[in-house]
């Protein structure tokens, strides 16, 4: 942290800080006239955090697909790894099923149940940040599950 001549504080945050948590930095002013060792302050506590406004980078294909043992209810849907460098990924939101479905973060495929006989399926999926926010959906093949 430096101080200018006006009093200004600045600083740079250390890489790996995370969006949402806590950090607290405590300040002291010493008069370098006296060797740096008076302090001319008492220490004044500073806590902020840092806000995460950007969604997770979701790019790619979604891909559905029949199972190796193929029923009239299931599908196979699988989806690119997100990124997410603020808050950190929280989960996988997928629709276009009979409900939607919720994923954690380091899924990335999943067999889709409950599914309708002889029906075609087309599944979006986004992904959500630790902080809420969401990345723009990406859309499966549209699949249809046996009769």
Same mark, same amino acid.
């Given at each position: ?13 250390? %890489? =790996? ?15 370098? %006239?006296? =060797? =740096? ?32 043992? %193929? ?5 196979? !849907? ?43 399926? $087309? ?8 902080? =809420? ?8 093949? $549209? !699949?249809? $599950?046996?009769?």
């Amino acid at each position: 942290m430096t101080m200018s001549p006006e009093g200004e504080i600045s600083g740079t945050i250390a %890489a =790996g800080a995370f969006a949402g948590s806590p950090y607290v930095v405590s300040v002291v002013v010493f008069d370098r %006239a006296a =060797g =740096g060792q008076d302090p001319l302050s008492d220490s004044t506590t500073f806590t902020w955090t840092i806000s995460d406004n950007t969604p997770p980078l979701f790019v790619g294909n979604v891909v559905a697909s029949a199972p190796a043992t %193929a029923t009239d209810t299931t599908m196979n !849907l699988s989806w690119p790894v997100a990124t997410d460098t603020g808050s950190g990924l929280f989960e996988y939101r997928v629709t276009g099923g009979p409900a939607p479905l919720m994923f954690p973060a380091g899924t990335n495929a999943a067999l889709i149940t409950g599914l309708s006989p002889s029906t075609p399926y $087309t599944f979006q999926v986004v992904a959500v940040d630790n902080a =809420g926010n969401v990345s723009p959906a990406l859309t499966s093949n $549209t !699949l249809s $599950t046996t009769p």
